[in-house]
């Protein structure tokens, strides 16, 4: 059991706790394991109980409960917790809006055990009527039983990719000469998918049926099932799986109408017809580049395949190209210890540098953020300290002094402004008041922007996909403030996030606004975020010389001074 799985275990005993009304000081022992095992920067699982006792980031309980997971790869007491919670009021415990407490009266005072009880209790009011509650939390509850049920069965797409991914190559391995193409949303790196699918082309379908059948980590689905797909799941996650079969000489033809959304085939190319009309006119082709050739296009990348802006990209002079991790020089956006990242400032640059870039922006959370660690002005001076002793051990690698600014509900930034000054660019940031209108929110963001230190706009809804909806943002008032001001927007790269969404880049580039795509990462291994926050900038319509990180060091340093110099003469 790995760090990941542990702290989830631990955190979920916490809540049973609660729900179940446990004494306060147990909820905490489990709670404070859970953060102390956050902060470690190395796998526990396996070791010996003198090597956990001996690390002092660990309390004394952690200890214990980490020898048990790694003796019983579970933890006693969510047994016995989990064995007499039903399995819809731990879905309840799921839902954003209300805790342990609330559920528990729920549960305990109405006898609701499952969602959709939930759900038609709040339709006949009842909910609102209990103590604590009233009709405000009555409106949230329903609003995220709504969006649960609109989300179930979809996937992150970061999740998803890695089953894919090894599918696909296992069946390249026992099978060299085979056409296999990924497909459909997974191909055109939605940020949420329903399944994965996947085309071969191949005469014997039947093999490849035998094939998948004989995998232990597949669960085949016959009713579903015929000649032309074979259909399934994945065992570990329920995640769905569909292999479409065709004649090898129409895998390319196939692998554009596999690939495209409904939209893209049905575009309009020329002559009355429609993207579909002509692929399905044609005889044999050699690979889609020739397919769209035929329609007179230039070969277009799947992620635009969505029926909103590849036109305009095909039409424009010689199709620029999209942006790829290679273009990417460096990495902004970034937390470390001194707030609640997992690595130190030092190591956090060291990973980056190894990896190749030029340049890390160390972020930490601001003052107003005292759940995440949030830095005072003292601690700041100490951290730029250590940028300064660690640019000169360094270079030509290049730290630059950043901060995530909380936005107020006012639209302020959460320090003076001679705090900061001395930061060399600062991130704006909303984490809080997630119950405002598209009026009050749009407001508070268009202050931040306007602010002279906000260099860089972050995740500007706030939204964690599919677990809760962002602020209902007006994004063309916020796009076009950060195009008055010239304010870079970040595309945040982490799996939940994923935004500014992808169907809004191409306007922002529209009006001129940099992109940056920022992993948002709270450990080493989060820079491999960034991928994901290339995809998303595919789908919008970047390229290189609208990304603001991949310009060179050089070319920051100079952007960062001028832009402050613009600042500090407010």
Request: hydrophobic content about 40%; charged content about 25%; proline content about 4%.
């Amino acid at each position: 059991m790995d760090n990941a799985h542990m702290i989830a275990l631990l955190k979920d005993t916490a809540k049973l706790l609660e729900l179940h009304g446990a004494n306060p000081f147990q909820v905490r022992h489990y709670n404070n394991a859970a953060i102390g095992l956050e902060r470690m920067n190395r796998e526990v699982a396996d070791l010996s109980p003198e090597a956990l006792n001996s690390i002092v980031e660990l309390p004394l309980s952690a200890c214990k409960f980490i020898q048990e997971m790694n003796t019983t790869s579970t933890l006693q007491r969510w047994e016995e917790l989990a064995a007499i919670t039903p399995q819809g009021v731990r879905e309840m415990l799921d839902l954003r809006g209300i805790g342990p407490k609330k559920v528990r009266t729920i549960w305990k005072t109405l006898g609701i055990t499952n969602l959709p009880e939930l759900s038609r209790a709040c339709k006949e009011n009842k909910i609102a009527q209990l103590v604590g509650f009233g009709e405000k939390t009555q409106e949230i509850i329903q609003e995220n039983i709504t969006f649960k049920i609109q989300q179930a069965g979809k996937f992150h797409y970061a999740s998803a990719l890695p089953y894919a991914i090894d599918l696909e190559e296992r069946l390249q391995q026992d099978f060299p000469t085979l056409l296999i193409s990924l497909a459909g949303t997974i191909r055109r790196k939605m940020e949420v998918i329903g399944r994965i699918e996947i085309l071969i082309g191949i005469e014997q379908t039947n093999i490849i049926a035998q094939w998948l059948e004989q995998q232990p980590v597949l669960r085949h689905i016959a009713t579903l099932s015929d000649p032309s797909a074979w259909h399934g799941q994945f065992v570990e996650n329920s995640l769905p799986l569909a292999v479409f079969f065709c004649q090898p000489k129409e895998f390319y033809k196939q692998l554009i109408l596999k690939t495209g959304s409904e939209a893209h085939l049905t575009l309009p190319i020329r002559e009355g017809k429609q993207l579909i009309d002509f692929l399905n006119s044609m005889a044999e082709v050699p690979s889609e580049a020739a397919a769209y050739r035929q329609m007179s296009l230039p070969y277009i990348p799947p992620e635009l395949r969505e029926g909103l802006i590849e036109l305009t990209w095909a039409h424009e002079k010689e199709a620029p190209a999209l942006l790829t991790m290679q273009d990417l020089r460096g990495v902004l956006h970034n937390h470390t210890t001194y707030s609640d990242g997992k690595h130190s400032l030092e190591e956090m640059a060291r990973h980056c540098k190894d990896l190749g870039y030029e340049y890390i922006g160390i972020t930490d959370h601001s003052q107003l953020a005292v759940y995440a660690g949030g830095l005072t002005p003292e601690v700041i001076q100490r951290q730029h300290q250590e940028i300064d002793h660690l640019n000169k051990v360094l270079a030509p690698f290049r730290i630059f002094k950043g901060i995530e600014s909380d936005v107020l509900t006012d639209g302020s930034l959460d320090y003076t402004d001679d705090v900061l000054a001395s930061f060399d660019f600062v991130i704006a940031s909303i984490h809080t008041g997630m119950k405002m209108n598209q009026e009050r929110v749009t407001k508070r963001l268009i202050r931040a922007i306007r602010n002279p230190y906000t260099t860089m706009l972050a995740h500007p809804t706030n939204r964690l996909l599919l677990k809760r909806e962002g602020f209902p943002i007006d994004y063309r008032a916020v796009i076009d403030a950060c195009a008055d001001h010239g304010v870079i927007i970040e595309i945040n790269a982490n799996h939940w996030r994923l935004e500014l969404d992808w169907r809004w880049v191409n306007y922002a580039l529209s009006k001129g606004v940099w992109i940056s795509i920022n992993p948002d990462a709270h450990n080493k291994e989060s820079i491999q975020n960034m991928y994901y926050g290339v995809c998303v900038g595919r789908k919008g319509r970047l390229t290189p010389s609208h990304t603001f990180n991949a310009l060179s060091r050089e070319e920051v340093v100079a952007y960062l001074q001028h832009r402050k110099a613009i600042s500090t003469a407010h």
